[in-house]
């Protein structure tokens, strides 16, 4: 309960527009859900936009969502900051109207479109502020959050940002207390692998990576001759990425447009071919597989730093997307997935660099934090 009422804690999670920021916040959430405080009482409500994935994950996850007016912020200070002021009036009055109205004990913002007027209308109202930021390279909304947050949590460590303690990414419990080992036979069996061979696990994010389809496929025999089988996302609209014809008793390639349990596919795997967003980079070092990753070639070289922490300490491969081809494949992963050491030393080294219980921590601050400012 708050310390001044009889009321539940109020807890209010502003997290909405891309996935990057929605599942750590509602691995957050369950976290809260599962602490001590909840059985005396705790009210979770998170804040979003119209336009953004929220509107379909948040209430599927069993939570309140409420929406403000989305507030777009350029990556950089630029020109275009001097028309942010006008945009965020109108989204930071609604908002602070929202957290009087649920009598909100803290702001938890996970950076993007709807964490400033969620930072500004807490500033406001006097609601602490908690910034929990996934990439290693903040963005705009986090860099004036962490200026006002009574707490900064950062996933990776050396984030340049404010008073940033590292906690890790927060993760569902399906991944952070996954047993690859355990469900591997399961796992290979469901996607229709063979029990015995090294498996190559091949996606791009929920829409796929052209870069990464074609280098796949193009290496399919080097896989195939090798005896390596692979589970390959193309992503729903890749239609033209199909699976190489094998003749029988060859090592399977399988292609599927989008891979709705991970878990499943983290532990069919021995290796993952993979973009290098912040999810994407925490889950597979939370669960101890090794990544070979391809940062976005767009954007501030977030994506980069996201995995360099990974790499450096053995658990990955870094390779820019301009340079991988069918031949990289073939000269790099090939001899990897072939050599069990190895990939059990960099299986080793990605699990040692993970924080499985990210959600844990983050949620104890965040009720610490509460319950100082209530």
């Known amino acids: 309960m708050s310390a001044l009422t009889s009321r539940p804690l109020s807890v209010?999670?502003?997290?909405?527009?891309?996935?990057?920021?929605?599942?750590?916040?509602?691995?957050?959430?369950?976290?809260?859900?599962?602490?001590?405080?909840?059985?005396?009482?705790?009210?979770?409500?998170?804040?979003?936009?119209?336009?953004?994935?929220?509107t379909r994950l948040v209430p599927a996850r069993g939570y309140d969502l409420r929406l403000i007016p989305p507030v777009p912020l350029p990556r950089k200070p630029t020109p275009d900051l001097l028309r942010v002021p006008g945009r965020v009036w109108r989204a930071v009055a609604e908002t602070r109207a929202l957290l009087d109205e649920l009598h909100a004990d803290v702001v938890v913002g996970f950076g993007g479109y709807v964490a400033l007027p969620a930072y500004l209308a807490a500033r406001r109202a006097g609601v602490p502020v908690v910034v929990h930021e996934q990439n290693a390279l903040p963005g705009l909304a986090n860099r004036i959050g962490a200026r006002l947050a009574a707490r900064v949590a950062v996933t990776t460590p050396g984030t340049p940002l404010h008073r940033g303690e590292h906690v890790g990414m927060p993760l569902r419990t399906a991944i952070s207390s996954l047993d690859r080992a355990a469900m591997r036979a399961e796992a290979r069996v469901a996607f229709g692998l063979d029990a015995d061979r090294p498996t190559l696990?091949?996606?791009?994010?929920?829409?796929?990576?052209?870069?990464?389809?074609?280098?796949?496929?193009?290496?399919a025999d080097a896989l195939g001759a090798a005896g390596i089988q692979v589970l390959h996302a193309r992503g729903?609209?890749?239609t033209d990425v199909v699976a190489p014809g094998r003749t029988a008793g060859a090592a399977p390639y399988v292609v599927v447009d989008?891979?709705?349990?991970?878990?499943l596919a983290y532990a069919a795997a021995d290796l993952a071919l993979c973009r290098s967003g912040a999810v994407t980079v925490a889950e597979l070092s939370a669960v101890g597989l090794p990544g070979a990753f391809v940062p976005l070639p767009i954007g501030n070289g977030?994506?980069?730093?996201?995995?360099?922490?990974?790499?450096?300490?053995?658990?990955?491969?870094?390779?820019?997307?301009a340079e991988l081809t069918p031949a990289w494949i073939a000269e790099h992963l090939v001899p990897l997935l072939t050599d069990a050491d190895a990939l059990a030393g960099y299986a080793r080294h990605a699990a040692a660099a993970g924080a499985p219980d990210a959600d844990e921590r983050l949620a104890g601050i965040v009720l610490d934090v509460a319950g100082a400012g209530t």
């Open 236 to 238: 729903p609209k890749n």
């Open 258 to 263: 989008y891979l709705e349990r991970m878990d």
């Open 12 to 54: 209010v999670l502003a997290g909405g527009g891309t996935g990057g920021h929605i599942e750590p916040m509602l691995a957050l959430a369950d976290a809260l859900r599962r602490s001590p405080a909840a059985g005396t009482g705790l009210r979770i409500t998170c804040l979003g936009t119209e336009r953004g994935m929220e």
């Open 302 to 321: 977030e994506q980069r730093r996201n995995a360099l922490p990974v790499v450096e300490a053995g658990g990955g491969l870094l390779v820019e997307d």
């Open 201 to 219: 696990l091949v996606f791009g994010g929920s829409q796929g990576a052209a870069t990464l389809n074609r280098a796949a496929v193009g290496a």
